[in-house]
């Protein structure tokens, strides 16, 4: 085995993330110290990109606040991550969506991508 592989496995905390990908629009709960005192803020967007592998890799959430674009880079093995929700799933065909930067207003939007629910094939057999 790779030492680098091996290295990632033995430092890399197992953490249960729902599974995402670029597109995504998801609310990333992590942690904030403030002197001595801890919070927990959310950042709520959309997953621009997901890099790397093992304890290495990040992910990228962009989000508009007051009209402007802002990105921020987390590392998905990152102790001060509580934890990510999924809000919707996006539907896209690139794994780096780079081209939404230069989109305004409703093109900047990303199409709902629909699961299929347990409860709504037990709905339409019955």
Known sequence: MDAIKFFHQEVTQKKDYPAFRAGDNVTVNYKILEGTKER?????GEVIQRKGQGATQTFTVRK???????????????????SIDINKHGKVRRARIYYIRDLKGKKARIKEKRMPTA????????
């Open 64 to 82: 508009i606040s007051n009209g402007v674009g802002v990105e921020r880079v987390f590392p998905l093995f990152s102790p001060s991550i509580d």
């Open 119 to 126: 409860t709504a094939e037990v709905a339409d057999k019955g």
């Open 40 to 44: 927990i803020q959310a950042y709520r």
